[in-house]
C-alpha cells in the first residue's frame, strides 16, 4: 500500500513547500519537465506551455501509451507522463503575436520560467529573459539547453545520448575492450536528468537570493555541463593524475571487491566498501586467510592487484546460489544484493513501502488511473503531494486564461477558433 504520506489526489489547490510559488513551463521533453514536475510536486502552481494540436515532443514518443476504456492507444506515452504530474497545461501557439501577448501577461505575476528552447530563439517572439524580466523584475528564467548559452557549440540542439559521449560518460560505461565490451550510455536519460535536478536546485537557490536582493535573475544551465559535473569521481581522478579512465564494467576504479561476481545460478551484487567488510567477507567464504594476504588485507592493495583478486573470488562465489551468499553477507553487515528487472523493483517490500508507485486518477485511462513513479523527498512538515495527473493537451487552457487574466468564454472561444491557444483534447 503506498504510504499516507504518498496518497494521491485530485485536489488542485497548491499545498507544500513551494505552494506559493507559480511557474510557467515552457520546456518539452525531460530536462526543464523534470525540474518542472519535481517544483509542481514540492507545491508550485506549475502551468505548462504547450503546442496547439501537437504538444510536448514526448507524447508521441512510445509505445507505450496509456490506453482509453476501449483499448485503445491514448496520445499520453508513457515517456510524457513521467515527467509531467503537478502541472496544468494550456496550449498556445508563441509564433502568434496574440500567443505571445498572452505568455507576457501569465508571467507578469509569475515567479519562475523554465525553457529549453534553442539560444536566442523565444529572443524572436518577447519570450526571452531580457524581454520578460523587462515586464517582472522578480522574475527567475531558467534556460536549459544542450551546450549552454555561450561558448562555440552554444547554437547546437543537444540530446542526451549524444552529451552522455561528448561529455565523457560513455567512455567510462560499458566493458573493458578486452572482455567484449564497448562504450554505452546509460539505461535513462541521465543527461536530462541530471540537469533537471541542477535546475531545480538552481531556481530554488535564485528564489532564496531574491528573498535578499528583491530581483529575479537569469539561469543558464547545459546538458554538457551537468553530464560533465556528473563525472565527478572519475572527473578528479583524471584532473588529479592525468590518466584517462578507462571502462570497467561493473567494478569500480577505486575500491576492490565492488562489482558483480557469479553464483553458482547467477550474478549477484557485492560491494565491499572498507577493510573490515572485506575481512567478513572472507569469513563467510571460508578463506579469513585472503584478509591478512598483504596484496589484499588494505583496499589499496586490493585494486593495485585486482586482476589476482577478483579470479579468486570468481571462483569462490560460483560454489553457491545467490540467495545463499546475499543471506549469508547481509547477517554479517557486508554490503551484497541482487540485480532486480524493472518488475521486480516495484514489487520490493521496500520500494512498496517507501512509495516508489502511486496512482492518481486519469479520465481516459481504461482503469480511470494512471500509475507514476513516486517523488523521493520525504519532509516531516510539508509532505510532496500529488494533485494533477500528467495533463492532456490544452486540458486546463480554459481554466488558466479565465483564473488568471480574466478571459470569458466568449474571447477564449475566439481565441481557439484563430488557431492562437488550443482547448482539451
Not at 508550485?44 to 496547439?52: G, L, M, Q, T
Not at 513521467?82 to 515567479?111: H, P
Not at 535578499?212 to 535573475?217: K, M, N, P, S
Not at 481516459?364 to 500529488?386: H, R
Amino acid at each position: 500500500m503506498t504510504p499516507p504520506e504518498q496518497e494521491a489526489s485530485a485536489t488542485s489547490a497548491p499545498t507544500g513547500a513551494l505552494a506559493d510559488l507559480k511557474v510557467i513551463d515552457l520546456s518539452r521533453i525531460l530536462a526543464g519537465p523534470t525540474a518542472g514536475q519535481l517544483l509542481g510536486d514540492l507545491g508550485a502552481d506549475v502551468i505548462k506551455v504547450e503546442r496547439p494540436g501537437v504538444g510536448d515532443d514526448t507524447r508521441g514518443w512510445g509505445p507505450p501509451f496509456l490506453k482509453d476504456q476501449s483499448g485503445t492507444d491514448t496520445r499520453e506515452s508513457a515517456y510524457y507522463l513521467c515527467a509531467n504530474r503537478n502541472k496544468r497545461s494550456i496550449a498556445i501557439d508563441l509564433s502568434t503575436s496574440r500567443g505571445q501577448e498572452i505568455v507576457q501577461r501569465l508571467v507578469a505575476d509569475a515567479d519562475i520560467v523554465l525553457e529549453n528552447y534553442k539560444v536566442g530563439q523565444l529572443a524572436r517572439y518577447g519570450l526571452d529573459y531580457q524581454s520578460l524580466s523587462a515586464i517582472n523584475p522578480r522574475l527567475i528564467y531558467c534556460s536549459v539547453t544542450g551546450f549552454g548559452q555561450t561558448g562555440p557549440f552554444a547554437a547546437g540542439a543537444g540530446y542526451d545520448f549524444m552529451v552522455q559521449g561528448m561529455a565523457g560518460t560513455m567512455s567510462v560505461t560499458g566493458f573493458p575492450d578486452d572482455e567484449g565490451g564497448r562504450p554505452t550510455k546509460v539505461g535513462v536519460a541521465m543527461a536530462d536528468v541530471m540537469t533537471g535536478m541542477y535546475a531545480a536546485n538552481a531556481v530554488l537557490a535564485a528564489v532564496h537570493a531574491r528573498t535578499l536582493t528583491g530581483r529575479g535573475q537569469h539561469i543558464d544551465l547545459a546538458l554538457f555541463d551537468s553530464q560533465i559535473a556528473a563525472l565527478i569521481n572519475q572527473g578528479l581522478a583524471y584532473l588529479t593524475d592525468g590518466r584517462v579512465p578507462g571502462r570497467l564494467g561493473n567494478a569500480h576504479p577505486t575500491i576492490v571487491p565492488y562489482q558483480t561476481f557469479p553464483a553458482s545460478d547467477g550474478d549477484f551484487i557485492l560491494a565491499v566498501g572498507n577493510d573490515g567488510q572485506f575481512r567478513k567477507f572472507c569469513a563467510v567464504a571460508g578463506r579469513e586467510e585472503l584478509a591478512d594476504d598483504p596484496r589484499f588485507a588494505t583496499n589499496t592493495a586490493r585494486v593495485t592487484n585486482r586482476s589476482e583478486l577478483i579470479p579468486i573470488i570468481e571462483a569462490m562465489t560460483r560454489t553457491r546460489i545467490r540467495q545463499a551468499w546475499i543471506d549469508d553477507l547481509k547477517a554479517v553487515g557486508v554490503p551484497c544484493g541482487s540485480i532486480n528487472d524493472v518488475s521486480e523493483v516495484f514489487s520490493h517490500p521496500q520500494a512498496i513501502h517507501r512509495g516508489a508507485r502511486v496512482t492518481m486518477p486519469h479520465p481516459t485511462s481504461a482503469t480511470g488511473s494512471v500509475d507514476l513513479i513516486g517523488n523521493p523527498i520525504k519532509f516531516s512538515d510539508t509532505p510532496v503531494s500529488y494533485r494533477y495527473a500528467p495533463p492532456r493537451l490544452g486540458e486546463h487552457t480554459r481554466d488558466v486564461l479565465t483564473e488568471a487574466l480574466g478571459l470569458s468564454d466568449v474571447e477564449i472561444d475566439g481565441l481557439a477558433e484563430a488557431g492562437i491557444v488550443g482547448l482539451g483534447t
